[in-house]
């Protein structure tokens, strides 16, 4: 389970709230994994601020980069946020204790002049999480929620429109770690034979599993006893709760070995007590950030190998089934040799002894052997002695086509049986390499097979669309405010993005740049020279019906280039 745990989370929220005070809610939609996603607006800058509750995936974090919106009609969790959020300007973020408990205060003054403040409570709880809405009285009311809880699933509380809302059970006499760092409680003592990962989450508050064993990890190489153990811990818990408070901390996301699977996030103070890869990230949104998509590619990933794997499986038996069916089918040897046999005994009949005549055949001696050997041949008594040994050799010829099909499929089929098990052996590796690839391409803020990217001296990004889903995703997914698209004029060719993540001190450079990109992925790319068009990525519009890729746009200038991929920029 990956969830934000209590001390982190209030730290994650000092570094998202001045992001987020003061903006105003412009839409709330569902991305693609059921996150719920803000998009707000400030005078400065524009964003999105995630929240997820699902059961395994628990975080919040704020973005620039627009998440991928889940396809269909709005759900009544959104319509409902929508209805109460939308236009309203935050105005506090904050945490309920240490526990796993946001809430955001929103005020919309066009609702109603006196009651229009509500707020908005994310309970990162793991398998319980939820979001709930709720009015600013005292006791709040519920007026939505994500998941409804009733007094059958539940026995503490209920979570219900119109109830009044209760936060989750807290711990019970756990001590403040603030309090702790500055050492204005008295650090209790545990017992030396005690669990003391266990200990740690359930008499410090804000601790997890992931924090309690970095912690213990402290005292893997130190010789622990009765008289030291309580300095100890007090000693380390200080060290670790201070390195929080240093302005220069960096953030790092610890990676399973095996398969760098995100396992929890921590600070430097801790890093040498991490085993395995880590990344490390100037601040703590950027490492949650990393650390939520990371684990959402992860689980497509699996997803995706699961699905592989049970096609394989699937197949594997329809194979094996076709292999018994073939073995079943074909006619051996010997029964071919007799088809044969009976035919051309016939075929020499005014010269058989024939020892017996019966209704079905009738028994001769084999001339075809140098032995007296006797062999009965069937014969349809209302067939002449040509037509009968005809029908052997008919028997014969098509036993042995039929033979030689089904072989030729065997064939087919074992080979086709021998891919599919090297491909399930392989899958492992090489699921894991795309994992690979995928994670390198997080770090630069996705991952589309269908675009190519460029890095132009400025350090920006010149992203590439190579068919209709990626030139729609450019526009949709991957812009922010400040990118410029382009695009030859009045000629087909691929959409381009000019993602401005460094303000440069001659932007008219990098735009040249991705126009001679723009001409080289064209109808035109033999072409002298080119116009290509290119406006603030504010100034496009999708065409909602005219299919994927489709835009509109203004306020568009022209640039004359000769089409290229320039030296001085690189692929990534």
């Known amino acids: 389970m990956r969830i934000l745990e209590g001390i982190p989370l209030r730290f994650q929220i000092e570094t998202v709230s001045p992001l987020v005070q003061g903006a105003r809610v412009q839409k709330i939609t569902l991305s693609e994994n059921r996150e719920t996603c803000f998009e707000i607006r400030s005078p400065g800058q524009s964003g999105f601020l995630i929240l997820s509750t699902h059961p395994e995936i628990c975080f919040f974090y704020y973005t620039q980069s627009k998440p991928f919106v889940k396809k269909g009609k709005e759900t009544a969790w959104t319509q409902i946020l929508n209805k109460y959020l939308v236009g309203a300007k935050i105005i506090g973020f904050e945490q309920a204790g240490w526990d796993r408990v946001i809430r955001i205060t929103f005020q919309n003054q066009k609702i109603w002049v006196d009651k229009n403040h509500f707020y908005l409570y994310g309970e990162l709880t793991g398998r319980n999480a939820n979001c709930i809405l709720t009015t600013a009285d005292d006791p709040p009311s519920i007026l939505g929620c994500q998941k409804t809880v009733s007094a059958q699933q539940s026995r503490y509380r209920t979570i219900m429109v119109g109830d009044p809302y209760q936060l989750p059970p807290l711990k019970i006499n756990a001590i403040d770690p603030l309090l702790l760092a500055q050492q204005k409680v008295e ?3 545990p017992k030396l034979d005690v669990d003391l990962p266990k200990w740690l989450v359930k008499n410090i508050d804000g601790v997890g599993p992931f924090l309690a064993s970095i912690i213990t990890e402290c005292f893997t190489n130190q010789e622990v006893n009765a008289d030291n153990l309580q300095p100890l811990v007090n000693t380390c818990l200080q060290n670790f709760l201070r390195k929080l408070f240093d302005q220069k901390t960096i953030f790092s996301v610890s990676l399973s070995p095996q398969d760098h699977f995100p396992q929890g996030i921590f600070w430097s103070s801790t890093q040498h007590h991490a085993h395995g890869p880590c990344l490390d990230f100037p ?21 995706q ?8 499986d699937k197949e594997l038996l329809f194979i094996e ?6 073995d079943q089918s074909l006619v051996d040897e010997g029964q071919l040799n007799e088809l044969l046999i009976r035919g051309n005994l016939l075929k020499l009949y005014p010269q058989l002894n024939i020892i017996e005549k019966q209704p079905q055949g009738i028994l001769v001696t084999n001339l075809l052997t140098d032995n007296t050997e006797k062999i009965f041949i069937e014969m349809n008594p209302l067939l002449t002695i040509n037509q009968n040994m005809q029908l052997y050799f008919r028997k014969y010829r098509k036993s042995k086509t039929r033979n030689h099909l089904l072989q030729k499929k065997k064939e087919e089929l074992e080979f086709r049986k ?19 690839d995928q994670t390198s391409s997080n770090q630069s803020g996705f991952f589309e097979p269908g675009i190519i990217k460029f890095l132009t001296p400025s350090k920006n990004i010149i992203l590439v669309g190579k068919n209709e889903k990626a030139n729609h995703l450019l526009v949709t997914r991957f812009s922010s405010r400040d990118d410029y698209w382009l695009h030859v004029r009045d000629f087909p060719g691929s959409h381009v993005l000019l993602r401005i993540s460094n303000q440069p001190n001659n932007l008219a450079g990098d735009l040249f740049l991705a126009a001679q990109i723009a001409g ?12 290509v068009m290119y406006t603030s990525i504010k100034n496009v519009k999708t065409l909602p019906h005219a299919g994927l890729g489709k835009m509109t746009f203004r306020n568009e200038k022209n640039l004359t280039v000769t089409p290229a991929i320039p030296d001085n920029i690189r692929q990534i």
């Open 283 to 303: 601040n703590l949104n950027e490492a949650v950030k990393y650390f939520v998509q990371t684990s959402w590619n992860r689980q497509a990933i699996l997803s």
């Open 418 to 436: 021998k891919t599919l098990e090297n491909e399930r052996h392989h899958l492992d590796q090489d699921l894991f390499q795309q994992e690979k």
């Open 187 to 189: 650090f209790p003592i």
């Open 305 to 312: 190998k699961n699905k592989k794997k049970n096609f394989i």
């Open 321 to 326: 089934e076709e292999l018994c069916q073939a």
């Open 520 to 531: 080289y992925y064209s109808s035109l790319r033999n072409e002298k020279s080119v116009i």
